[in-house]
């Protein structure tokens, strides 16, 4: 089972590059997520999208954009990257319904901006 | 705002000893709760929940959690500890309206030495 996949595993970039990071899903569900985690801090959502179509911000958006063309889908983007930016960020999703559904993540992607 | 508090980032113990590992919750509304564990630079695994019913809730690895609804607390336990058992704790909340968007708290770090 795959599961969340989330593409790169590992990235450097630059201050001010731009760069998409990937995250698909197999398991049919319509809710996916966006965190980042920082050491110390726990995991903090970026954005989250309840279906195709539709997102919305979560705590930390700032810098940051998504979309959700597909169901399977969720990609995050980077732009004009800086050095606060670095951090692990964490794909994630859930099927619809009760909220004690089981929340599923994938690997993670860790980010170093130079 | 839903919170999560965890007590000491940093927990040591001896193999074999007791594992304890504090969470509290605000809330005004009935919570789900969940830990999550982080080996080093993997993603995150369910341990346990809890949503409704049954207070002790046993999960993998030999952990249980009991929520107590007085105390507002999920705190986590295992009788014996394994020298596998070294990893990064993380307890969550949700709340149903939610979009079981989880709110993390900032981590436990468990060491376990012989």
């Known amino acids: 089972n795959a599961g969340v996949t989330q593409t790169p595993k590992f990235r450097i970039l630059k201050i001010g590059q731009s760069m998409t990071l990937q995250c698909t899903q197999d398991m049919n569900h319509n809710y996916m997520y966006w965190y980042r985690q920082d050491p110390g801090m726990g995991l903090k959502l970026i954005y989250y999208s309840v279906g195709a179509g539709i997102t919305d911000k979560g705590e930390v958006p700032n810098g940051y954009n998504v979309s959700r063309s597909t169901t399977e889908d969720f990609p995050l983007r980077l732009e004009l990257a800086a050095p606060s930016q670095t951090s692990v960020y964490f794909c994630a999703s859930s099927q619809q319904g009760v909220a004690g559904n089981t929340i599923y993540f994938g690997e993670g992607s860790w980010l170093t901006v130079v | 705002a839903q919170s999560v508090t965890q007590l000491g980032s940093h927990v040591s113990v001896s193999e074999g000893a007791l594992v304890l590992l504090r969470c509290n919750y605000s809330s005004s509304v009935p919570p789900y709760l969940f830990w999550y564990v982080q080996y080093p630079n993997q993603g995150l695994q369910l341990l346990l929940k809890y949503t409704t019913g049954a207070t002790l809730v046993k999960g993998i690895n030999g952990f249980e959690a009991e929520f107590k609804k007085s105390e507002t607390s999920f705190h986590l336990t295992k009788p014996s500890a394994h020298m596998s058992d070294a990893a990064e704790y993380f307890c969550?909340?949700?709340?149903?309206?939610?979009?079981?968007?989880?709110?993390f708290g900032t981590g436990t770090r468990l060491q376990v030495t012989l």
């Open positions: 969550a909340v949700t709340y149903t309206g939610t979009a079981s968007k989880l709110t």
